[in-house]
């Protein structure tokens, strides 16, 4: 596995999956969060979570909520299930990185309001699609304008909505 030409994050694969616009702003240090009620909301149950696991590890662009240290399971806490798709492949690819690092390792998706754990690995056919998505990322980021906003039930919960639609 070679690294890529740009810098990626785990919040740019989650944006992938969730909305390009918001990708695109977000990347381009247009950045909303600072005032939505919901990003406080999920950052305050991020603190309240799992007080007793070590947080918010950081290495080589990865930012894991925590890990077990008895097995390589890495965890995410989320606040709920509403896109999952984007935080299984955000952990996905955590899990892609740590293995170009040369660390085998599983994931965990902590949804700590619903009580909910939902097991991630990272298979052969997993990193093809990845290689794929990190491919039509960079493309996105290379655009000079963001792409066109998209209509749907989470608009109105994202950071972004009164950029999109004021």
């Not at 969730?18 to 950052?43: A, D, P, Q």
Request: charged fraction near 30%; glycine fraction near 4%.
């Amino acid at each position: 596995m070679e690294r890529k030409s740009i810098f990626i994050t785990g919040t740019q694969i989650n944006y992938f999956f969730v909305c390009k616009r918001k990708l695109w702003l977000f990347s381009h240090n247009i950045t909303m969060e600072y005032n939505s009620e919901l990003v406080e909301l999920g950052s305050l149950l991020h603190q309240d979570s799992y007080k007793k696991k070590r947080k918010e590890i950081e290495f080589d662009g990865i930012k894991i909520d925590f890990f077990e240290n008895n097995k390589v399971i890495i965890h995410e806490v989320k606040k709920s299930t509403a896109v999952e798709k984007s935080h299984i492949w955000q952990l996905k690819y955590y899990l892609y990185r740590l293995k170009e690092l040369g660390i085998n390792a599983e994931g965990k998706i902590d949804y700590p309001l619903q009580k909910k754990t939902e097991k991630v690995l990272l298979s052969n056919a997993d990193e093809k699609v990845i290689s794929n998505i990190i491919f039509k990322l960079e493309k996105i980021l290379k655009e000079q304008f963001p792409p066109e906003k998209i209509v749907q039930k989470i608009c109105k919960k994202c950071s972004y909505y009164e950029f999109c639609y004021a």
